[in-house]
């Protein structure tokens, strides 16, 4: 049995909602939470700088209104995704934001920074880091971090080549902390099937683009719906790191999604140069979609979600 914190023990659901970038803003957040299910945001989809002060005051007042009205029903917790890389020039900023709102759970990505863990941590916040392999999972813990995302092959955005299978099995033989596996979860079976092998959650981003809260043009959330595995490429090219695609913003973007040159990983970055730019040209997508059928509200995805997983279980006590 994983060892859980305090923050993470008795969620309404085993769901974080991945920090989409672009995407992710206070209403998405927000509807998750009170779906519930973890709602996550990257600190850097609030521009300028200032607006994340704003959107943080709106996401913890908005959530300590509805759990004082729902003391039976309370909503999950949220987090915040943080770029710990050396190009992002605005994290003390923004984990100074954090740590005066007092943000629960902090996501770090690109990085394990052991000053960053050591600060939410004391603020009574924990820290879940996303790692692509076992080797970047103890670098992680070493560094201090309180729990794991496994970014397995298959998610959106910047993803791994390793198995699920692997990946949580690695990771399992020496951490018993709180794990998440992404890559490919859009149905509720697939919620089940992370957790019994040995996934204490599952971590999803894709599916919450195609719902009416989510900061995406119409075109990105339709041509998700219209989409399936086979229509994910594989790519470094626009950031420096591996990442999936959607083939269609590609050809939109008049480039050839079978013939991408390779690019210079030590020349990152988070979509801010360029004539067309990820992520907001180039649309990140994991190759779980094919069962996003339509553009639905939050609650309604985490509804379905929530029933799959409800039957799924069912099926195996019979």
């Given amino acids: 049995m994983s060892r859980l914190p305090p923050v993470l023990e008795n969620l309404p659901f085993p769901v974080v909602g991945s920090p989409l970038f672009i995407i992710s803003n206070p209403k998405l957040v927000i509807a998750q939470c009170i779906a519930g299910v973890v ?3 990257p600190a850097l989809n609030a521009r300028p700088a200032e607006q994340l002060e704003d959107w943080l005051a709106e996401i913890t007042e908005t959530l300590d209104a509805y759990n004082k009205a729902n003391p039976d029903k309370p909503a999950a917790p949220f ?3 943080q770029i710990v890389h050396r190009s992002n020039d605005r994290l003390d900023h923004d984990m100074a934001l954090c740590e005066k709102y007092k ?3 902090i996501i770090t990505s690109l990085g394990a920074r052991e000053d960053v863990n050591k600060a939410v941590q004391a603020w009574g916040g924990i820290v879940l880091h996303d790692v692509i392999n076992n080797v970047f999972a103890h670098k992680a813990i070493d560094k201090g971090a309180d729990g794991l995302i496994c970014v397995a092959a298959g998610a959106g955005g910047h993803a791994s080549v390793k198995s699920p299978f692997a990946m949580v099995q690695e990771i399992r033989e020496w951490f018993d902390g709180p794990l998440l596996l992404a890559g490919s979860i859009a149905t509720g079976n697939a919620i089940l099937a992370a957790q019994a092998m040995g ?8 599916p919450f683009i195609a719902t009416d809260e989510a900061r995406a043009v119409d075109g990105y959330k339709n041509m998700i719906v219209e989409s399936n595995s086979d229509d994910i490429v594989y790519s470094n090219f626009y950031t420096g790191i591996h990442g999936n695609y959607l083939k269609g913003s590609i050809r939109n973007a008049g480039m050839d999604p079978d013939n991408l040159p390779e690019s210079d990983p ?4 988070f979509g801010d140069g360029g004539e ?3 992520w907001r040209d180039i649309w990140g997508c994991g190759q779980g979609i094919g069962a996003i059928r339509e553009v639905v509200p939050t609650a309604t995805l985490v509804a379905r979600l929530r029933r799959e997983y409800d039957e799924a279980k ?3 006590c019979q």
């Fill in 199 to 206: 996934a204490d959650m599952a971590y999803i981003g894709s």
């Fill in 103 to 105: 943000v629960p759970i």
């Fill in 79 to 81: 987090a915040i995704n």
């Fill in 276 to 278: 067309k730019r990820a």
């Fill in 266 to 269: 030590s020349k990152m970055n």
């Fill in 314 to 316: 069912s099926r195996l």
């Fill in 39 to 41: 709602g996550s945001m």
